[in-house]
Every structure is written in structure tokens, then in C-alpha cells.
């Protein structure tokens, strides 16, 4: 069996398990707490204490967890052990007739009825609301990728740029002990990266040769033109840091701000290592794809100045035990790489 089929197949198991744990918890719980109700019931003199309201304390709880498949049975079980039990073990105290245990599990198995409903029918509402939530976070993501996409187009032939950065930062994040939906967060936020490149035109984006001092000082601004367009609300917040801040270096030295160590949000400091270790292995106009062993050595070269060194330490152990998501094609290249300035393009 595939492994994300075993996972899913474990990981139903264990969901079941817990259930199954639930139920029987609930169950003692209920029973619990009748008896308990049956027994203050009987020390305090006998069924006419208003201590008979008691009863509505496992009906309810019943009624929270299970809803009225619960309650019911909740019901019938507190009426029984509130009203004729006493009697039949022999016990003192028990002064009520048959009407008026009657009339008690009226009450009970109304409550039980009332209370499992509303539960029930708060259960289903918020089912709704769950999937109304996915489904505009789903939107939010499509939109996300339709946009990255877009500003791909202008840079590369395949667009698949911005998707394996995202996985590669989406496990980054995760490994340096990120909550695993901020990782996923930080993945998709990722892709938007160099969406500002939309407003740098082609012939310097896919200029062959190097740039000339002033096509630099326009490409370099495609950090503040990728926070321009991501300022649009709050959903894009970590994508707008990222954008802004993804070219920032360790020592200070990068752009736009020149932040450096902490004062750059780790979540850029994350796609600063992705998006270099993937450009390095990727075609461009201005250099050949190299092999992960190279750019890997190329990251470590350069950490503490460009990069993160905890972050690449971390990244070269993922890629050394098999837990990074590398493309199947890196390779060697015997193509001259142009070391002058081809770091500053990643
Ligand atoms: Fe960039």
C-alpha cells in the first residue's frame, strides 16, 4: 500500500479509537453523575427533595456530546433510577406514587429532547460553517496561485517555480518547529514571492547578459512593488512580508530595507533559502540549472551573509536524510556559472 494510503488508513484507525474512547468515557460519566443524583437523593430524605433536578445534569451532558441519540436514553435511565428504584431495592424515602415518577420523566425526556435538538442542530450548523471556511480558504489559495502564476509567466517557461518553492519552504517552515498550519500558510504565501516582478518589464527579466546598474536598482524593486500589490488586506499579510523581505540578507547587505539576523520575519528568511536553492537548480536566462549537491555547498558558502545559518544547517540535513522535495531532474552542469553577481539574481 502507498504510504499516504497507510497514513490515511492510520490515521482512521486511530480517529476511531478515539471515539470509541469518547463514548465510553461519556457513558461512565452520565452513569456517574445519575448516581450520584440517586444517592444525595436518598441520604437527603427521599425523592421529594428538589434534589430530583439533578437529573438533568447527565441528560444534558448527554445531550453536548451524543445529542438526542444520547440524551434519550439519558433520560429514561435518570427516570428510572429517580422514580420507582428506591421502592423496588426496599429503600427508605421513596414517598412518591407512580404519577409522580411519572410526571418527572415527562420533564426529563423533555429536557433530553429539547437539549439533544438545539445540540444537534448546533452540531450541524457549524459542519456548515467548516465548510464554508474550506471553501474560501480554498478560493483565497486559488486566487493566490492564479496571481503567482501570472507573475511567473513573465519569468520563467514552466511556472512551476513558485509551486516547488512553496513546498520547499512548507517543509522548511515545518522542520524549524512551526505549527503545521503556519508552515502551510507560509508555503502558499510563499508562491507570491516575486509578484512584484509583474511591473519589471521583459527585457530586463529575461535579459541574457548581465544588468547594467540601473536595470538592477528596477529589478531590485520588485520587492516594494510585490508589497504594493499584496497591501490589500489582512489575508495577505505574511505574503506581503515575504515579498517585501524575501531578498533581505543575514549581514545586513541585502534589499530593500538592508534589515538583517531577526529583524527579517523568519517566514522571508525561509523563502530567502527555498527560492535561492531553487533558482540555483533551475534554468534561467542567465544560468544553467546545477546539481542539489552544488547548490546545497552554495548555500553553506554562503550562510551567515546571505543566509540563515540555522536555517541552512537545517535545510542540507532535510536534503541529506531524503526529507526535501527535490525535483528529479537536478543535475551537474558543465556550463561555466557565472559566480560575479549570479548570487545576487536568486
Ligand atoms: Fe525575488
Given amino acids: 500500500m502507498p504510504v499516504a ?3 490515511s488508513v492510520t490515521a482512521a484507525a486511530s480517529a476511531e479509537r478515539a471515539g470509541t474512547r ?3 468515557v461519556t457513558a461512565v460519566a452520565v452513569a456517574a453523575l445519575a ?4 444517592a444525595l437523593i436518598r441520604i437527603s430524605g427521599g425523592s421529594p427533595t428538589p434534589l430530583n433536578h439533578l437529573g438533568y445534569a447527565p441528560i444534558l451532558l448527554a445531550a453536548y456530546v451524543y445529542g438526542l441519540r444520547g440524551s434519550l436514553p439519558a433520560a429514561v435511565l435518570v427516570s428510572v433510577l429517580f422514580g420507582p428504584t428506591a421502592a423496588w431495592l426496599g429503600m427508605p424515602g421513596g414517598l412518591e406514587g407512580p404519577q409522580a415518577w411519572l410526571i418527572r420523566a415527562v420533564f426529563f425526556v423533555g ?9 444537534d442542530q448546533l452540531r ?6 467548516q465548510t ?12 493566490m496561485v492564479a496571481l503567482a502564476r501570472g507573475a511567473e509567466a513573465k519569468d520563467t517557461d514552466t511556472g512551476d517555480h513558485i509551486q516547488r518553492v512553496r513546498s520547499l519552504a512548507e517543509v522548511l517552515a515545518e522542520s524549524a518547529d512551526m505549527p503545521t498550519d503556519e508552515a502551510e500558510a507560509i508555503g502558499w504565501a510563499a508562491m507570491l514571492h516575486d509578484v512584484g516582478k509583474l511591473h519589471i518589464p521583459d527585457r530586463i527579466l529575461l535579459k541574457p547578459a548581465p544588468l547594467t546598474s540601473e536595470e538592477w536598482d528596477l529589478m531590485r524593486r520588485h520587492t516594494v512593488f510585490g508589497e504594493a500589490i499584496l497591501s490589500v488586506g489582512e489575508g ?3 505574503a506581503r512580508r515575504i515579498a517585501r523581505w524575501h531578498h533581505e540578507n543575514f549581514d545586513g547587505s541585502g534589499y530593500p530595507d538592508g534589515l538583517r539576523r531577526e529583524q527579517i520575519p523568519l517566514p522571508a528568511r525561509i523563502v530567502r533559502v527555498a527560492d535561492a536553492f531553487d533558482a540555483m537548480t533551475s534554468d534561467r536566462p542567465y544560468h544553467t540549472a546545477r546539481s542539489a549537491e552544488w547548490a546545497l555547498a552554495e548555500l553553506q558558502r554562503h550562510a551567515s ?3 540563515d545559518p540555522d536555517l541552512v544547517a537545517l535545510f542540507v540535513y532535510l536534503a541529506e536524510t531524503g526529507r526535501l522535495p527535490l525535483r528529479n531532474d537536478n543535475r551537474s552542469s558543465d556550463f561555466a556559472y557565472r559566480a560575479s553577481g549570479a548570487t545576487e539574481r536568486y
Fill in 111 to 119: 429536557i433530553s429532547v429539547v437539549g439533544g435538538g438545539l445540540f
Fill in 35 to 38: 448516581m450520584t443524583g440517586f
Fill in 305 to 307: 551573509t546571505q543566509f
Fill in 22 to 24: 469518547r463514548a465510553i
Fill in 132 to 143: 464554508a471556511a474550506v471553501t474560501i480558504a480554498q478560493r483565497e489559495r486559488d486566487g
Fill in 236 to 238: 495577505f499579510e505574511t
Fill in 124 to 129: 450541524s450548523h457549524i459542519a456548515a460553517w
Fill in 5 to 7: 494510503g497507510l497514513a
